[in-house]
């Protein structure tokens, strides 16, 4: 039994290791003053943070990827939520069905996914005579389809932990269906509507693979932006990015759990 609860305790500490020595290697590289990384480092500065925030590229794609985040966020949340109330709480058929439906945009990778708008879009613009990759309102629907499956995942796992006897008091006192849902459901539903934002807003705002071949001249994303400039630059002015990232998602997920207590929802 002690032998067990060793290996087990051993076993976390590997997985810890695993998932943070990477970032904190990250961290230690973005202060290196050296533009060639190298061991041990010749000093350390806070260069490449004011090199990364004076690049023009890095801003613009910071502006693009947060304007995109946001407009997907806003969009996509309610309609997942809609969707979650839907499969939770009526009789329809084929619910196991339809659920795979909505989570096959996470469960496709994100390449083939892109690859597939991509061509879709190219058939769009034949039909319609009008351009759409390249375009705000292209790259946002895109990233909506990754905003409802995180939505439908995690206020789906929200709605099956409400206790549903305060909603069948309300029913009993008097209040209409749509009083109830608006004072007695919605609330409490909060957390998990919450924690949906707040992931939606980060896989929409990291992501890559289904933005690659979205985006147009002119208008690049942050990690595209990143991508590109690691073509022409080995320094570690990326470090320093992804550590910005790094810091300001760590903040959102903090304050988010201060209010909401994600261990609840996820």
Known sequence: MRLTGLLYRGGIVIAYTVMLLPVLLLVVTSVFSD?????????????WYRNAIGREEFLNGFIVSFK??????????PVGTAASMALVRSNIRAKQAITTFLLGPIIVPGIVAGTALYLTYLLGQNWLDTDIVGTLPGLVAAHILLTIPWTVRVVTAGLQGLDRSVEEAALNLGARPLTV??????????PAIVAAS?????????????TLLLV??????LPIAMLNYLEFQIDP???????????????????????????RIV
């Open 35 to 47: 533009a060639i990384i190298s061991f041990p480092p010749s000093g350390f500065s806070l260069e």
């Open 68 to 77: 995109v985040a946001a407009i997907a966020t806003v969009i996509g949340v």
């Open 181 to 190: 849902f608006w004072r007695v459901t919605l609330p409490m539903m909060r």
């Open 198 to 210: 707040m992931f939606s807003f980060i896989q929409s705002f990291e992501n890559l693979e289904l």
């Open 216 to 221: 147009g001249p002119g208008m690049s994303t």
């Open 237 to 263: 002015t990326l470090a320093a990015v992804a550590t910005i990232q790094i810091v300001v998602i760590a903040a959102m997920m903090l304050i988010t759990d201060r209010y909401v207590k994600l261990s």
